[in-house]
């Protein structure tokens, strides 16, 4: 088979697309015959070889990719034959290997992609999905809010506006150009701003006319958080789920006290059952039509260039590398 390999830390340009040997299901394992595998801000950190966070730097040589989606077509001891042939998508959670044209799994990692379901589309629901499930959860948004969502027309921003949209919440679109801002108001954002233009915070106030956002969704960090924060009224919420800008907003708790805003962190839970829980129901999201998640394709053997898309801010929605 092919897969993407690294040998070493650094640049895109590491990442190798080489032939090497198909890889045979241990006890408990599946083998997926990969359509499509999940590309996330966080490989790249990985690549990178940046530790801290949920990820410490991997040993090396190896394959990137924790989210696979495809036909299973070999099974381990101890898995159940029923699964051969079934269209499945899997995160690996720890794991690594998705980023190749064959990829191992764990069968309790397992779920049968719906009918009608795209590998793109169940790739993007089994990590992008889950976390979007979670972060909503935490911040429990209702008719009545405003809410600012920034990085909208990313691959979690856009589900947030889809679903704030359709609760019958005012969204505010933050995105970093012109034509993303485009994108997030045709996903039915009321305001779409480009908040690398000075004076966009300004530009919120006057399209809101005198209506006082309620609740952020922010996964950016540093400077656009800062000022997401002076945009919230009393008795709002900021939920925040990372900083892909590259450093945290420097908001100490007195000045959440003074303004009476509440800080949400939105927390994972990372116990399996849970996860699953999360997963399933982002699945059900998409199966039903109430979330039309994007998908920016590359092919495996450009995955280099899909990383150096992510990093620069490029892209759109769910990146996803195809066979």
Do not use: C
């Not at 801000?41 to 410490?56: H, K």
């Not at 106030?205 to 996964?219: E, H, K, M, N, W």
């Amino acid at each position: 088979m092919f897969a993407i390999r690294q040998y070493e830390f650094g640049a895109p340009e590491t990442l190798r697309f080489e032939q090497v040997l198909d890889p045979v299901p241990a006890e408990t394992q599946v083998r997926v015959g990969v359509q499509a595998a999940g590309v996330h801000l966080i490989d790249t950190m990985i690549r990178r070889g940046a530790s801290g966070g949920p990820f410490e730097p991997p040993v090396l040589p190896m394959t990137p990719g924790r989210e696979v989606a495809g036909v299973l077509d070999a099974v381990g001891a101890g898995v159940e034959r029923d699964w051969l042939g079934r269209r499945v998508v899997a995160h690996f959670g720890q794991a690594s290997g998705g980023y190749a044209e064959l990829a191992l799994a764990s069968a309790a990692r397992l779920h049968a992609i719906p009918d009608g379901m795209s590998a793109n589309v169940a790739v993007a629901m089994i990590g992008t999905g889950r976390t979007a499930v979670g972060v909503l959860d935490a911040a429990a948004l209702t008719a009545d809010d405003v809410v600012i969502v920034t990085a909208a027309a990313g691959g979690l921003g856009s589900l947030f506006v889809q679903e704030a949209t359709e609760l019958g919440a005012t969204v505010v679109a933050l995105a970093g150009s012109t034509r993303k801002a485009a994108l997030a108001r045709s996903l039915g954002a009321d305001v779409a701003v480009d908040y690398q233009r000075p004076g966009w915070t300004a530009e919120v106030g006057d399209a809101l006319g005198g209506r006082i956002p309620t609740v952020a969704l922010d996964g950016v960090g540093g400077a656009v958080r800062r000022a997401v924060f002076e945009l919230l009224g009393r008795g709002g919420q900021l939920v925040r789920f990372g900083w892909a800008s590259g450093a945290p907003a420097q908001i100490d708790a007195g000045e959440f006290s003074a303004r009476d805003v509440a800080e949400v962190p939105a927390r994972i839970p990372q116990q399996p059952d849970a996860l699953r829980l999360l997963e399933s129901t982002a699945l059900e999201k998409a199966a039903s039509g109430a979330w039309r998640p994007r998908v920016e394709v590359f092919p495996l053997l450009r995955a280099s260039a899909a990383h150096q898309a992510l990093e620069s801010r490029a892209t759109t929605g769910k990146v996803v590398l195809v066979r």
